[in-house]
């Protein structure tokens, strides 16, 4: 989905370490088959176009499981992306690059300034699409993804034209939204639950 610009493979915080450390080696997957964007690449643009063409070669994203910052973005599409973009070089915003700093020691000068990142528009062709929102330091661009109108200061919020997204959010996550709003989730949930005991 996304790597930072010029760290190591190999760096505890880059991508690619996280993934294969996390998730890759505890599953049954050749490595050649596993497409993580090179932020070490001699051209970066080229990287970006490369990765593009392996989805389409791939006939596309069966699934996107991602996650929000506390403003909302989606990948590194902070707020302002465009809505259609592809992946591409994106520079960080300074929240992003401080809420980061928890990872390079609190350290603002190790913190990679720019980052590959698929576009919003790369996540909205994929068949199904999942993002996972938990604590209250997100419950605010919870609410921006759902009570409010689609905006590309909230580039979540593109996520209400998708036809097939599922928001996974912990209570503490849904302290913005509406009562009205929850209880209408829950009861959604309520009723899938039944559904799927009856089969």
Request: charged share 25%.
């Amino acid at each position: 989905m996304d790597e930072y610009v010029g760290l190591p493979r190999d760096h505890p915080e880059s991508y690619h370490y996280y993934m294969f450390e996390n998730f890759f080696k505890h599953i049954n997957i050749d490595p050649k088959n596993v497409h993580i964007l090179d932020g070490n690449a001699p051209d970066l643009v080229a990287e970006c176009n490369k990765f593009e063409e392996k989805i389409k070669e791939a006939g596309g994203v069966e699934l996107f499981i991602g996650g929000i910052g506390p403003d909302g973005h989606i990948a590194f599409n902070e707020p302002g992306s465009s809505l259609v973009s592809r992946t591409r070089v994106k520079t960080l915003a300074q929240d992003t690059l401080e809420a980061n700093a928890r990872f390079f020691d609190n350290d603002m000068s190790k913190v990679p300034r720019q980052a590959l990142t698929v576009g919003v528009g790369t996540v909205m062709d994929a068949k199904e699409v999942m993002i996972l929102i938990t604590g209250a330091h997100k419950a605010f661009a919870l609410y921006k993804a759902i009570e409010e109108g689609v905006n590309h200061m909230w580039t979540v919020s593109a996520f209400q034209q998708h036809p097939n997204t599922l928001m996974l959010c912990d209570e503490d996550a849904t302290l913005e939204l509406r009562v009205k709003t929850v209880k209408y989730f829950k009861c959604l949930m309520d009723v899938h639950m039944k559904l799927i005991d009856g089969m």
